[in-house]
């Protein structure tokens, strides 16, 4: 069986991007489904860093495919920006990236409109989306009356949708008042065709590309943008991302559908983060809350905002684990919880007065949420040096196993650091407790995956 995917569990950010590039080594194909230039993913190796935004973080890897496939909202100045910057460090992009002709092509409209409409959302507080134009273009991609395909660039009839759609547009962003962008449809084609021109030989059918792999038995590593609490539909709402950025947005996204993936892995951060607006009900806007942000470097990769930085939130966690059918965990940043001398975990909200480890399906709901936190001892020894399972401190085990038996899943990987070297693997599953072993929440036990 081929696939393998890396979905983050919580609100983005969780080195999801670190994770694919050492993924990579055993994978024919790394493949971006969804979201755009939203994502910023970093990969540090042998004291470099690398940011990556809608190139796929195995990129950095000899002899391996990097796909963008239809699901994906594309920028075309951000991916040719991406493409140099990579080429002038001397990395060869060239045939290894593909992208799809179906991708949905991000706009100046599109950037225009996301910042016109951010904060005339949700009851008065802004989302604080990226930027990026990316709500507007899946919006009209679903809409289909102003969407425009990366393989249109290529059709003899491109100019005449593009003033068709820019005089709709124009008139659909007329009343925006002083922010409004005038929209020069000359200028925006021949902008375009440059870019197309550059774009060319990159562009074709990536779901006859995938499915032709998987049926081959090449291995493919599926790399999720954001986390599945920015679901559109199962996340924090109207908080979230455009997309499907649960585990349940692969099929969809790529085109190849679940039952070629034989290996999920949930990616958690060992505390939780979020960037915008939105209820995260374990943050700590405290002297934690510090420690947290300045240890980790929690300001954003795309923005730079400061990330806003709280306690690992397990019923939040758990929820999204099942729902993205992860059968394994990775938890990354757990270095950056060295010299506490006490670590709490949430593993049930009260709400109105109610306990539960349900996860709400209502953002108000989530808001009144009062975390019901359980106290674990903290080390003080550096992780950072940490390379086998058996060096990591007794605390920072336990933590680990807690964090397992909460969400019901082995945690396989653990991450101590930026670099790809700072890096345990675990190995069996003994920490996977259910409750009847004394371990966390209820949980079902995975079925097998279905064999092709
Ligand atoms: P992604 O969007 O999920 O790929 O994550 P980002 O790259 O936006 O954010 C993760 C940040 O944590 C990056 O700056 C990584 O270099 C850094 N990072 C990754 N793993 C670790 C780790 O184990 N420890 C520390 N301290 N930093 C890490
Ligand atoms: P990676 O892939 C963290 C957040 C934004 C905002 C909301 C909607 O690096 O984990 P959007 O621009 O998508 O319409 O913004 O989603 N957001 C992310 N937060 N990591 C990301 O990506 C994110 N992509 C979007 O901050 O709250
Ligand atoms: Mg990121």
């Not at 920006?81 to 990579?86: A, F, H, P």
């Not at 660039?153 to 922010?179: C, E, I, N, S």
């Amino acid at each position: 069986m081929p696939g393998t995917c890396v979905i983050g569990l919580q609100w983005g950010d969780e080195a999801k991007g670190k994770l694919v590039d050492i993924l990579t080594e055993h994978h024919d194909i790394v493949v971006r489904y969804q979201g755009g230039a939203n994502a910023g993913h970093t990969v540090v190796s042998g004291g470099e860093t690398w940011k990556l935004s809608l190139i796929p973080s195995g990129i950095l890897r000899d002899g391996v495919t990097c796909v963008v496939t239809g699901g994906v909202v594309l920028d075309p100045a951000a991916v040719l920006r991406e493409i140099d910057m990579l080429e002038g460090r001397g990395v060869t992009v060239g045939s290894k990236l593909l992208l799809s002709d179906r991708a949905h092509v991000v706009f100046p409209w599109h950037v225009a409109e996301d910042r016109l409409l951010d904060a005339s959302l949700s009851g008065g507080e802004p989302i604080g989306t990226t930027g990026r134009g990316i709500g507007p273009c899946y919006r009209d991609k679903v809409g289909r009356a102003m969407a425009i395909r990366l393989g249109d660039l290529y059709r003899a009839d491109f100019p005449a949708t593009l003033r068709h759609v820019v005089a709709l547009k124009q008139r659909f962003l007329a009343g925006g008042g002083p922010a409004a962008v005038p929209l020069d449809a000359d200028a925006i084609l021949a902008d375009m065709r440059r870019m197309a021109a550059r774009l060319g030989p990159h562009v074709r059918d990536t779901t006859a590309y995938l499915l032709d792999a998987v049926e081959a038995g090449r291995r493919v590593l599926f790399e999720g943008a954001q986390g599945t609490l920015l679901d559109v539909d199962h996340g924090t709402y109207p908080f979230v991302t455009s997309s499907n950025s649960s585990g349940l947005g692969v099929g969809p996204g790529s085109g190849v559908p679940a039952r070629w993936i034989d290996r999920s892995i949930g990616v958690v951060k060992a505390y939780s983060t979020r960037v915008g607006g939105g209820p995260l009900p374990t943050e700590q806007d405290n002297a934690i809350g510090i420690h947290l942000r300045e240890r980790g470097n929690e300001y954003g990769t795309v923005t730079r905002r400061p990330r806003r930085c709280g306690w690992f939130d397990a019923v939040a966690a758990r929820y999204a684990a099942r729902l993205s059918g992860v059968d394994e965990l990775a938890v990354m940043l757990l270095d950056v919880l060295g010299g506490l001398d006490q670590i709490s975990i949430c593993t049930a909200y009260e709400i109105d007065g109610r306990r539960t480890t349900d996860f709400p399906s209502h953002v108000d709901d989530l808001r009144r949420a009062r975390p019901v936190y359980e106290t674990l001892p903290g080390w003080h020894e550096d992780l950072s040096v940490i390379r086998e399972q058996v060096g990591l401190p007794g605390a920072a085990q336990r933590y680990v196993e807690r964090i397992a038996a909460l969400l019901g899943r082995p945690v396989r990987i653990v991450s101590v650091g930026p670099d790809r070297a700072q890096t345990v693997f675990r190995d069996g599953d003994g920490d996977a407790r259910g409750p009847a072993e004394g371990g966390g929440l209820p949980w079902p036990r995975q079925p097998a995956p279905v064999r092709a």
